[in-house]
């Protein structure tokens, strides 16, 4: 197949000369990546060529494709990202060992756990070349480099492993004495649709070689030769005798979802199913002029029992009812549980600085609120306590209704999760200005369908509820 | 019923904020869970796939800094949202994203720091780290919004700003406008400016792809689109070369980057004043400390001091003449901000480099409380009691 090969179409040769040394391995790794490309018959401006930082990194800069090269360890981070975007670019990255399993490992693990159809083609010379030959986490066991004077008592990370592991569905290993089975392996990774591994072994005369007693670099290239051993060979052989092997062919294929074709089925659905969002908050003209010119009220409890939910509601009915609004929420970092606030601003005018000053409203939902806020409410205002979780009243200024409002929720609605609007309805009563209507338009929005009329019953029962606690106060 | 589509609505910041982008055209978001910015992943996870974007959840911020750059250079409107933390992440790709001109958008919620610090709370503690947070020198524009309407239009001034010169550009806003709700009325579609890249007029074999136009942008030929070309971190040439040795092709390459943005500072510059024309004492506030800051301003008015605002809405680059315009004869300027006086140090030098004398007298929190309108009044109230 060689024979038929152009190399010159698919190189840049501007860039020339390379930058790499004599008896690298890299622009092997380079052309048996053509050679694969110019198999599949692609046309170069749907080739895109991505690479990190290294000696490794200037590849795409010598062929003549779509050519990035991105940061150290990152590319498979951006070739998401261009992938996504541009599904029809066949996607292929030449990093190095370092680059990709190293500073890039989580990166490569994400890639496979993904399956993302990406193919990976790692050169792997053991060494961090480009800035003069320190230990990566190829680097055999005891060899020497430039940061390990005393030989690198750590082992060697098995690339291909880990690839498999995290669930890459096509990984390979060569070297680059084997330029012929290196060409078809890397075909075999950009013919699979999924994340393809192809793991080359090259050598590194300059930064490893020479450390290592490789006195030339065609030493290197017979040390690769004669410790490679097929796939299928080493099928037979105990890990002792697989020691300072190097085990060439495919490795692993397997069949699994695709990400971007997965992607594409989900965002089809999501198509298909997508509601209008945001209707306007239509004006209910008959609920209007009912406040006066500003109020501040303050939802508190702990989290878990939908006071954010509800004053997001109220703020909706209050613009329903033609006026301006702010919603403030103060909840600690717990998902449940914690002190929660809800707060509203409602005026007829700008709201120049949305801080709550002296509430007008308060509802306490546990002790903790009613302990710390009722004091703070004007002195005019209308406070509401959950009797459920308030038991001692702190003494305030404010008009003070109790109710087991949860309680009621629990008992009687059948659902503690419904206090929340339940409270809203008895809220709007008491204070008699907020609009119940409005409230049930919003609720109706906001709410699941599941729940909604569980939620609508809550409201009303809360206005009755409300009726009552102003009747008995008369 | 109005004839255009406006739409009334309760929004939260970051709900305006996936407004904006939408309405702005975002086609990939790449984010990580962090709050106070999550709530924009969230919303973004289920309505890009609704009209065909991509949205995808990464490994950590240094893969959604890569993901947006990438997209963006094979033609999307790429962002990201996230805190404190993930933005110091966010550095490393940041930078490459402006070395090799790649449009995008960085939404940085800001909370309490440094470190873990306050997940929860607003701070205002990475107005530096927006400058100056990646290594080496390029350009950056940073917008601050005050209000949740404010969120929206910054995010498509965002978009069309990275996209107009092709420069990632960072939406600075804190957990207290994220979180905040306000009623909101946003434009009908057919109102809303959208800018999108220029592409090349040349054919690919005449393309360079660093070769500027006139205003110093050079035009962008996304990849798949017939222009093969490489691009690089590397100092490079307008062919897109890594030239490495050569300080005359590094100089005019950095020099370039930062000029797009300097000479058209002027579309670039967004600020707000009130009651200036006498001012004395000028209020210097942006981001959610406008709003306390512009109340204190109307309390000192009405007790007869003649204080001013000045705020600027694009935070990076500084506005030094708008703003040493606005200071006009006042003797001393009151920033109060939530960190320890990272931007006052900017004013000051603005008020040096503008030849004015104008004392400036900083009102910091540390806390991560808000800073009430009341202690910015007492402020002013002091520094007039003291005059000059």
């Known amino acids: 197949?060689?024979?038929?090969?152009?190399?010159?179409?698919?190189?840049?040769?501007?860039?020339?000369?390379?930058?790499?040394?004599?008896?690298?391995?890299?622009?092997?790794?380079?052309?048996?990546?053509?050679?694969?490309?110019?198999?599949?018959?692609?046309?170069?401006?749907?080739?895109?060529?991505?690479?990190?930082?290294?000696?490794?990194?200037?590849?795409?800069?010598?062929?003549?494709?779509?050519?990035?090269?991105?940061?150290?360890?990152?590319?498979?981070?951006?070739?998401?990202?261009?992938?996504?975007?541009?599904?029809?670019?066949?996607?292929?990255?030449?990093?190095?060992?370092?680059?990709?399993?190293?500073?890039?490992?989580?990166?490569?693990?994400?890639?496979?756990?993904?399956?993302?159809?990406?193919?990976?083609?790692?050169?792997?010379?053991?060494?961090?070349?480009?800035?003069?030959?320190?230990?990566?986490?190829?680097?055999?066991?005891?060899?020497?480099?430039?940061?390990?004077?005393?030989?690198?008592?750590?082992?060697?990370?098995?690339?291909?492993?880990?690839?498999?592991?995290?669930?890459?569905?096509?990984?390979?290993?060569?070297?680059?004495?084997?330029?012929?089975?290196?060409?078809?392996?890397?075909?075999?990774?950009?013919?699979?649709?999924?994340?393809?591994?192809?793991?080359?072994?090259?050598?590194?005369?300059?930064?490893?070689?020479?450390?290592?007693?490789?006195?030339?670099?065609?030493?290197?290239?017979?040390?690769?030769?004669?410790?490679?051993?097929?796939?299928?060979?080493?099928?037979?052989?105990?890990?002792?005798?697989?020691?300072?092997?190097?085990?060439?062919?495919?490795?692993?294929?397997?069949?699994?979802?695709?990400?971007?074709?997965?992607?594409?089925?989900?965002?089809?659905?999501?198509?298909?199913?997508?509601?209008?969002?945001?209707?306007?908050?239509?004006?209910?003209?008959?609920?209007?002029?009912?406040?006066?010119?500003?109020?501040?009220?303050?939802?508190?409890?702990?989290?878990?029992?939908?006071?954010?939910?509800?004053?997001?509601?109220?703020?909706?009915?209050?613009?329903?009812?033609?006026?301006?609004?702010?919603?403030?929420?103060?909840?600690?970092?717990?998902?449940?549980?914690?002190?929660?606030?809800?707060?509203?601003?409602?005026?007829?005018?700008?709201?120049?600085?949305?801080?709550?000053?002296?509430?007008?409203?308060?509802?306490?939902?546990?002790?903790?609120?009613?302990?710390?806020?009722?004091?703070?409410?004007?002195?005019?205002?209308?406070?509401?306590?959950?009797?459920?979780?308030?038991?001692?009243?702190?003494?305030?200024?404010?008009?003070?209704?109790?109710?087991?409002?949860t309680e009621f929720a629990r008992d009687t609605l059948g659902n503690p999760l419904v206090a929340n609007v339940l409270a809203l309805g008895i809220l709007a009563r008491l204070t008699g200005k907020l609009s119940v209507n409005a409230l049930e338009d919003v609720v109706r929005k906001r709410v699941p369908q599941r729940v909604r009329e569980l939620n609508i019953k809550a409201l009303w029962a809360g206005y009755e509820i409300g009726k009552d606690l102003v009747q008995t106060d008369a | 019923m109005t004839e255009k589509k406006e739409r009334v609505c309760l929004l939260q910041g970051n709900e305006a904020c996936v407004e904006g982008a939408l309405a702005a055209g975002v086609d990939l978001f790449a984010g990580y869970p962090i709050t106070p910015a999550t709530e924009i992943a969230e919303l973004l996870s289920q309505r890009l796939p609704e009209r065909g974007g991509s949205f995808v959840q990464m490994e950590d911020e240094l893969a959604c800094m890569a993901a947006i750059t990438g997209a963006s250079l094979v033609g999307a409107k790429a962002m990201t949202a996230t805190s404190g933390p993930g933005f110091s992440l966010m550095q490393e790709n940041l930078g490459f994203a402006a070395m090799v001109e790649a449009p995008c958008v960085i939404v940085l919620v800001q909370r309490g720091g440094p470190s873990t610090g306050l997940a929860t709370l607003p701070a205002q503690a990475d107005v530096m780290q927006a400058r100056w947070g990646t290594h080496g020198d390029h350009p950056v524009i940073a917008l601050s919004p005050a209000s949740v309407r404010e969120t929206f239009d910054l995010t498509i001034a965002a978009f069309n700003y990275a996209e107009k010169y092709r420069v990632p550009v960072i939406l600075l806003t804190d957990a207290s406008i994220a979180h905040l709700r306000e009623k909101t009325i946003l434009p009908a579609p057919e109102d809303i400016q959208i800018v999108n890249r220029k592409k090349p007029q040349v054919s690919p074999e005449e393309y360079q792809p660093y070769a500027p136009d006139a205003d110093g942008v050079p035009p962008m030929a996304s990849f798949s689109e017939g222009y093969r070309y490489y691009v690089t971190g590397c100092v490079h040439n307008e062919k897109g070369s890594p030239v490495l040795m050569d300080p005359e092709v590094a100089s005019r390459l950095l020099t370039r980057l930062e000029d797009k943005i300097k000479r058209n500072r002027q579309d670039i510059i967004r600020y707000d004043t009130s009651h200036v024309d006498d001012a004395e004492i000028l209020v210097f506030a942006y981001g959610s400390i406008t709003r306390p800051a512009k109340e204190a301003v109307l309390k000192a008015r009405q007790e007869g001091i003649k204080a001013g605002l000045f705020r600027p809405i694009t935070i990076w680059p500084f506005p030094d003449e708008e703003f040493v315009q606005a200071l006009g004869q006042a003797h001393t300027v009151i920033v109060p901000e939530m960190n320890s006086g990272q931007y006052a140090g900017e004013v000051a030098r603005a008020v040096c480099d503008g030849g004015k004398q104008a004392r400036v007298v900083r009102l910091l929190e540390m806390g991560s409380r808000l800073i009430h309108s009341d202690e910015i009044t007492a402020k002013v109230r002091e520094v007039a009691r003291h005059g000059k």
């Open chain 1, 1 to 405: 197949m060689a024979n038929d090969l152009r190399l010159e179409e698919y190189l840049r040769e501007r860039e020339f000369p390379t930058m790499w040394c004599a008896g690298c391995g890299h622009g092997v790794t380079v052309k048996g990546t053509i050679r694969a490309i110019a198999k599949m018959g692609w046309d170069k401006d749907d080739v895109l060529a991505v690479a990190g930082i290294g000696c490794s990194a200037r590849a795409p800069a010598y062929c003549d494709f779509n050519s990035i090269q991105t940061t150290h360890g990152r590319a498979i981070a951006f070739a998401t990202g261009m992938k996504m975007h541009r599904p029809n670019l066949h996607t292929v990255l030449l990093l190095g060992d370092g680059d990709c399993i190293a500073i890039g490992g989580n990166h490569f693990i994400h890639g496979a756990k993904r399956n993302i159809d990406l193919t990976v083609v790692v050169m792997n010379n053991s060494i961090y070349g480009m800035t003069g030959g320190q230990i990566s986490p190829t680097t055999p066991h005891m060899c020497n480099s430039s940061t390990t004077p005393f030989g690198n008592f750590e082992e060697q990370i098995n690339l291909c492993d880990i690839a498999i592991a995290a669930g890459a569905t096509y990984v390979a290993r060569t070297t680059a004495y084997h330029v012929n089975q290196m060409a078809a392996l890397i075909e075999g990774g950009l013919r699979n649709k999924g994340f393809s591994v192809i793991e080359v072994v090259e050598p590194c005369p300059t930064g490893f070689g020479r450390k290592n007693e490789f006195k030339t670099p065609v030493a290197m290239y017979e040390w690769l030769r004669d410790a490679a051993i097929s796939v299928d060979k080493a099928r037979d052989l105990s890990p002792q005798e697989l020691k300072n092997k190097i085990v060439t062919g495919v490795l692993h294929q397997s069949s699994r979802p695709e990400f971007i074709t997965e992607y594409a089925k989900m965002s089809k659905k999501a198509q298909e199913r997508a509601k209008s969002t945001g209707a306007s908050l239509e004006l209910m003209p008959e609920e209007m002029g009912k406040f006066p010119g500003y109020s501040e009220v303050r939802l508190s409890g702990s989290g878990g029992q939908g006071l954010v939910l509800a004053g997001i509601m109220l703020s909706e009915a209050t613009i329903k009812q033609g006026k301006n609004a702010a919603h403030l929420q103060s909840i600690g970092p717990e998902a449940r549980g914690g002190t929660s606030r809800s707060e509203v601003i409602i005026s007829d005018g700008e709201i120049i600085n949305p801080k709550i000053t002296a509430p007008h409203v308060l509802l306490a939902m546990t002790q903790e609120a009613a302990d710390k806020y009722c004091s703070g409410v004007k002195p005019e205002g209308i406070i509401l306590l959950d009797s459920t979780f308030v038991k001692e009243v702190p003494t305030a200024a404010a008009k003070t209704y109790q109710y087991p409002v």
